[in-house]
């Protein structure tokens, strides 16, 4: 498995979204598994149905990205997406965008159990890939309107609000 | 009725009258599968009784966090096993313990080996996973901070 995901990036949330496999240590794999055994364990899911998924997932994960700008569109609108942000607390102490929710144990949990499966929600982090990875995992909790703002806040605040200073993490 | 919208009906009638839900007082046996964490957590109690010279399930009840498909297989699960030996109710895989449901779409078996879980850890719990060997990060660790370690933060000057 670790091979396959060193080849596709995306393979882990194509799996997470379709088959709820790799999310938590529940139902997650071991770096020397292959595809075929983790397929076998869990209920023998047809390897080439789920390879298929997995080569499709570049695309699935163009659909599943909102841009800075179309986010900040989207903000002005009536109803916006509620923006939850995925980075370290020392990260959203620094900078954040304004009215979005740092995301904490507590606030999961209130997502998980209480929160329509249809709110719209875009996460955030710092360059677009953990939330990518938090977006899969709440599509593959059932959220069916959940997005990953691209490029994180660092391209926020360079194409949208440049008073956001960028940073770096050292 | 094409077969995803014969199991979502079957899930709907199942949610609409969830039987053995909820905590039992005086259980005989505990088991849980998942974390609150992942949102998938799920929690079975067993009761048993005298029959016939065995032991057999009187009544299990269950709570969970997770899907509707887990309360629902829950659900179906918790009446199926009702009068059967710890060793009978052992043997069902999660196929059998959602059979009145229908087979299950792939991306809702997860929600059934929930069951067959928390099951197993009620009736034979040293039997749990046996291997428990590292496993590759997961979703949830990527985005949750899987290192808990201080960051420090360094602005860019502002153009």
Not at chain 1, 112 to 136: N, Q, Y
Not at chain 2, 95 to 100: F, G, H, I, V
Request: proline share 7%; aromatic share 6%; with cysteine.
């Amino acid at each position: 498995m670790s091979e396959l995901l060193q080849r596709f990036p995306g393979a882990q949330r194509a799996l997470f979204r379709s088959y709820h496999i790799g999310g938590c240590s529940s139902c997650g794999f071991r770096p020397d598994e292959t595809l075929a055994q983790v397929c076998e364990r869990n209920a023998g899911l047809p390897v080439e149905e789920v390879t298929e998924t997995i080569l499709a997932s570049h695309e699935a994960e163009q659909k599943m990205q909102i841009s800075p700008e179309d986010l900040s569109r989207r903000l002005q609108e009536s109803n916006p997406p509620v923006i939850v942000d995925v980075r370290a607390r020392e990260e959203w102490d620094a900078v954040h965008i304004e009215g979005s929710e740092f995301l904490t144990q507590e606030l999961m949990q209130e997502m998980m159990t209480t929160w329509p499966k249809d709110r719209e929600i875009v996460f955030l982090c710092h360059h677009g890939v953990r939330s990518l990875d938090a977006t899969s995992y709440f599509a593959g909790h059932g959220f069916s309107n959940v997005k990953s703002l691209s490029g994180g806040i660092d391209a926020w605040s360079v194409q949208v609000d440049p008073s956001l200073p960028r940073y770096h993490v050292e | 009725m094409s077969e995803p919208e014969e199991f979502s009906q079957k899930i709907e009638e199942a949610l609409r009258n969830p039987r053995n839900l909820g905590e039992m007082e005086g259980a005989d046996a505990v088991g849980t599968v998942g974390s609150v964490d992942c949102g998938d957590m799920l929690r079975m109690w067993v009761k048993f009784r005298e029959e016939g010279g065995k032991r057999v399930i009187d009544r299990a009840t269950f709570q969970t966090f997770g899907c509707e498909t887990a309360i629902a297989v829950a659900s179906v699960a918790t009446e199926l096993i009702a009068g059967k030996t710890p060793e009978e109710a052992l043997k069902m895989d999660s196929r059998e313990l959602s059979a009145p449901l229908g087979p299950l779409p792939p991306v809702k078996i997860h929600c059934a080996q929930l069951v067959e879980g928390a099951l197993r850890s009620a009736l034979a719990p040293d039997s749990g996973p046996a291997k428990n060997e590292p496993l590759a990060p997961t979703l949830l660790e990527s985005f949750q901070g899987g290192d808990a370690k201080p960051k420090q933060i360094r602005l860019e000057p502002q153009k």
